[in-house]
């Protein structure tokens, strides 16, 4: 992630490395949320789905 922060805005300054390494920091956090977030929520979604579904197959019975 640093290696293309730098060859897209090459850090010159002190303040500009600061800023890219916060934002690698708040990605790589980010991103292990999301994985939480999705890890927990996979039942949930996967129950939301078979509504949806249902409520399709309710709408048209036809399709088998």
Excluded at 7 to 32: E, H, M, Q
Aim: proline share 3%; glycine share 0%; charged share 20%.
């Amino acid at each position: 992630m640093k290696i293309f922060y730098h060859s897209v805005i090459p850090s010159t300054s002190v303040t500009r490395r600061v800023y890219f390494y916060f934002i690698d920091k708040i990605l790589n956090s980010a991103w292990r949320i999301i994985f939480v977030i999705l890890a927990v929520t996979k039942k949930h979604i996967k129950k939301f789905i078979a509504c949806i579904v249902n409520k399709k197959s309710a709408e048209n019975p036809q399709i088998d």
